[in-house]
């Protein structure tokens, strides 16, 4: 693809089901500004389509998403800190916008889904990943904090597998994931595709008005997302980490090749 092509792929809805589709392949579809804006249009008209009874997310490509783009995070150290708030805000307002997705929302998931993608994760209803996809809250080893995505992922993992993952930015296999919850199912990858597609079919056998009011129901339950002033919580502390000392040196021995001053010469990686 090239600087000009869409980040992000939206499909006319066949038979109810709306196809969204990170398209950064050759970044390993990270997030930056674009993905996060284009994304965030294409999940608010699913949600107003009349035509839309389930959206599917899915990417090109060998992975669903590394995370985030680190050219783009390593910039915001230029930006003021009233415009690192508007951008940290930008990725919690994308999340929420899945989050609160009428529709039902169906997740595809290959190879690496790291950092920001387990929030897309943990946002949607169902995630289906296949057997050799790998997982990883990795912010902490850039010295940055997976924030915007916390209450997606606390809520999803319980508050003591977070502790761990959050900490420790450990790879999760695919086996793992799937005992911990952030996975609904697995599947053979070239049996990806099938299991998807019966799951949408399957999502399309009930009422759409009952189907969003247990999305209504369950999100009134408790639910650390649902806080009043959550996403200005998460935003406030991301905006602030990564433009710190700690945070800028991530970044920068992360885009170097080196290694970030707090980890010992010859650690493990």
Known sequence: MSDNDP????????????????????KRNAFNASIIGELSTAI????????????????EGKHFSAGADLEWMQSTAAMTAEENRQDALALAHLMRLLDECPKPTLTRVQGAAFGGALGLICCSDIAIAATDARFCLSEVRL?????????????TLGQRQARRYMLSAELIEAEQAH???????LAA????????EAMAAQLMQAGPEA????????????????????????ASIIARVRTDTEGQEGLRAFMQKET???RKAGAHE
């Open 44 to 59: 608010e008209a699913a949600a107003q389509d009349n035509d839309v009874r389930a959206v599917l997310l899915a990417a």
């Open 189 to 196: 990858p070239g049996a990806l595709d099938e299991r998807v």
């Open 260 to 262: 970030p001053a707090w």
């Open 7 to 26: 980040t992000v792929l939206v499909d006319t809805p066949h038979q109810g089901l709306r196809r969204i589709r990170l398209n950064r392949a050759n």
């Open 211 to 234: 189907q969003a009011e247990c999305k209504h129901l369950v999100r009134r339950l408790h639910d650390p997302a649902a806080d009043d002033g959550v996403d200005e919580f998460t």
């Open 179 to 185: 005992s911990l919850g952030l996975i609904h199912e």
């Open 143 to 155: 010295g940055l904090v997976p924030a915007t995505i916390g209450p997606y992922v606390v809520r």
